[in-house]
């Protein structure tokens, strides 16, 4: 047995690797793609779960033929692995029901979760979380040490797996291992409230590759390594892994800025199923439906409190009740996602958030004629297509967020330069999509102004709005998910080699 600079022992690790088995291209993440559905009648089925790293990474997946490997999303459960019909080999990691409220939704998503996205909530720091923590990534690494072949690529997600690679690195000293981190890197005096900070960044850097999405993600990262014993050249740069860090034990590893994207070619197709001539009627007949506004504006969120949610309400309120927006002529769509809704902080945003939609329809709205039409419940991706079409203003207003996928998803349904985004400046988006009405969300005077400027300008100076689209448009469609994805597997390469 030996341990790991994280501190969690490992049966059998040797240097020479493991048994092996033969998938040479690996993803690793908290959940599969697919959700285990239990019918009626007791039968088993799957169903694509929604998320911003599912949309990322299917087709990553797809393109290599790779195996998933990842928890199926029901307590107690482990399915047998099998293939979708795409070609992805899915192998489901069990999680009993004390893992996924001390591992899950505990350590991952109530102090993790929140001391990345900078203290909008306060993180919980408990002993016994953080024991499951260990043990639930011990428990994916050994799984994915036993389906990786001899030499294979390993690509861990995101913060609820940053031990894996550490745990990794000494069961198959074989892999090559990159670490992707799809949500923000807090700045260094944040991060080290993290009682467990050191075992969490030792874990880490056995990777071969670490990629943030932002440069400022990168520069947090460096910045609180620069305070522990490690050798940091080169600079930050973009799509490359332009810094490299040498650990005490010799080992080197890339560190950079991969911004990611979306999949541009499943947006290009109105509906998967369907001429575009039934998704046009569609879309005429849901207009129809809200009482034909002049102008919708559209949410589309994990119900997170990160996500801004009932601050996007109360500027659409207030610039209901100042007459600044009619509630004649306007509506505004909240898709909200169910997310995490055991957690407190998620209960009490989510009541907010109703309470609100109840308040400005019973102030604004006719019978039969709300202003806000909110739902929430997770639709699917061709109704979902058919709002992003629908709306004339996408608001997208996180008070923290990685990069947000949803703004690119909208601004690629726009090849006719139509509409306007809303865009926070704390969302990543905003890093690359810099011709968005930008607003800072703690500032509702701010929101409100950017809510209007976008309404005005599609009325008032519609040649400046599609300008604007189109630059946003064309950034979208020449930095899509392929890119993100060859962009990191060949910057991993080349720091492995
Ligand atoms: C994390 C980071 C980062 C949403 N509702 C439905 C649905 N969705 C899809 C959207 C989009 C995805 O979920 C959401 O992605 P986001 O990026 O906006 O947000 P997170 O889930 O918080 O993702 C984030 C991302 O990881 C990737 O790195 O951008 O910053 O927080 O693709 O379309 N899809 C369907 N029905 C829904 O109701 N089908």
């Known amino acids: 047995m030996s341990e790991t600079a994280t501190g969690v022992s490992v049966k059998g690790a040797n240097q020479t690797g493991g048994?092996?088995?033969?998938?040479?291209?690996?993803?690793?993440?908290?959940?599969?793609?697919?959700?285990?559905?239990?019918?009626?009648?007791?039968?088993?089925?799957?169903?694509?779960?929604?998320?911003?790293?599912?949309?990322?990474?299917?087709?990553v997946l797809e393109k290599h033929q790779g195996c998933w490997v990842g928890w199926p999303g029901v307590a107690d459960e482990s399915p047998e692995p099998f293939r979708t019909e795409r070609g992805v080999l899915l192998h489901p990691v069990e999680l009993t029901q004390y893992d996924y409220e001390e591992f899950y939704e505990g350590f991952s998503n109530a102090t993790l979760w929140p001391l990345y996205h900078n203290l909008i909530v306060t993180p919980e720091f408990n002993r016994s979380w953080w024991d499951a923590?260990?043990?639930?990534?011990?428990?994916?690494?050994?799984?994915?040490?036993?389906?990786?072949?001899h030499g294979a690529t390993v690509w861990v997600q995101d913060y609820q797996l940053q031990?894996?690679?550490?745990?990794?690195?000494?069961?198959?000293?074989?892999?090559?291992?990159?670490f992707f981190l799809h949500i923000p890197f807090p700045p260094p005096e944040i991060y080290r409230q993290l009682p467990w900070r050191d075992e969490m960044l030792r874990g880490l850097m056995?990777?071969?590759?670490?990629?943030?999405?932002?440069?400022?993600?990168?520069?947090?990262?460096?910045?609180?390594?620069?305070?522990?014993?490690?050798?940091?050249?080169?600079?930050?740069?973009?799509?490359?892994?332009?810094?490299?860090?040498?650990?005490p034990s010799g080992h080197k590893l890339g560190v950079g800025a991969f911004p990611i994207s979306i999949d541009t070619s499943a947006m290009a197709t109105p509906t998967a199923s369907g001429s575009h001539e039934e998704a046009d009627e569609a879309l005429e007949?849901?207009?129809?439906?809200?009482?034909?506004?002049?102008?919708?504006?559209?949410?589309?969120?994990?119900?997170?409190?990160?996500?801004?949610?009932?601050?996007?309400?109360?500027?659409?309120?207030?610039?209901?009740?100042?007459?600044?927006?009619?509630p004649a002529d306007v509506a505004l769509v909240q898709l909200a996602t169910p997310s995490r809704e055991r957690i407190d902080s998620y209960r009490i945003t989510?009541?907010?958030?109703?309470?609100?939609?109840?308040?400005?329809?019973?102030?604004?709205?006719?019978?039969?004629?709300?202003?806000?039409?909110?739902?929430?419940?997770?639709?699917?991706?061709?109704?979902?297509?058919?709002?992003?079409?629908?709306?004339?203003?996408?608001?997208?207003?996180?008070?923290?967020?990685?990069?947000?996928?949803?703004?690119?998803?909208?601004?690629a349904t726009r090849a006719d330069s139509s509409g306007a985004l809303v865009l926070s400046e704390f969302a990543g988006a905003a890093d690359e999509l810099t011709q968005a009405h930008l607003c800072n969300p703690f500032?509702?005077?701010?929101?409100?102004?950017?809510?209007?400027?976008?309404?005005?300008?599609?009325?008032?100076?519609?040649?400046?709005?599609?300008?604007?689209?189109?630059?946003?448009?064309?950034?979208?469609?020449?930095?899509?998910?392929?890119?993100?994805?060859?962009?990191?597997?060949?910057?991993?390469?080349?720091?492995?080699?």
């Open 163 to 178: 031990l894996v690679p550490g745990i990794l690195r000494q069961l198959r000293p074989d892999l090559t291992i990159g």
């Open 206 to 247: 056995d990777a071969d590759l670490i990629g943030f999405h932002l440069v400022s993600n990168v520069r947090n990262f460096v910045e609180l390594c620069r305070s522990y014993d490690f050798e940091i050249s080169g600079d930050i740069t973009i799509r490359e892994a332009g810094i490299t860090i040498t650990t």
């Open 443 to 497: 500032d509702i005077e701010d929101t409100k102004k950017a809510m209007l400027q976008a309404a005005w300008g599609l009325k008032d100076n519609p040649e400046m709005m599609k300008e604007r689209m189109a630059s946003m448009y064309n950034q979208v469609m020449e930095h899509d998910v392929d890119l993100w994805a060859s962009a990191f597997l060949s910057a991993l390469d080349k720091a492995r080699a």
């Open 133 to 149: 923590y260990r043990d639930v990534n011990l428990r994916f690494a050994t799984e994915v040490a036993s389906v990786a072949a």
């Open 350 to 411: 989510r009541s907010n958030v109703e309470e609100a939609v109840g308040r400005i329809n019973g102030r604004f709205a006719q019978i039969g004629r709300p202003v806000v039409h909110y739902q929430h419940r997770s639709v699917s991706k061709d109704v979902l297509m058919r709002y992003y079409r629908l709306a004339d203003i996408m608001l997208v207003t996180p008070f923290r967020d990685g990069m947000n996928l949803v703004a690119k998803e909208f601004v």
């Open 19 to 59: 048994a092996a088995g033969n998938n040479s291209f690996v993803v690793v993440a908290n959940r599969l793609p697919v959700d285990m559905i239990t019918e009626a009648d007791g039968a088993k089925t799957w169903q694509a779960s929604p998320g911003g790293l599912v949309s990322a990474l299917s087709p």
């Open 285 to 326: 007949q849901m207009h129809l439906d809200m009482g034909s506004p002049s102008t919708v504006f559209l949410g589309v969120d994990r119900l997170d409190y990160t996500k801004g949610i009932l601050q996007r309400l109360l500027a659409f309120e207030e610039l209901l009740d100042s007459g600044a927006l009619d």
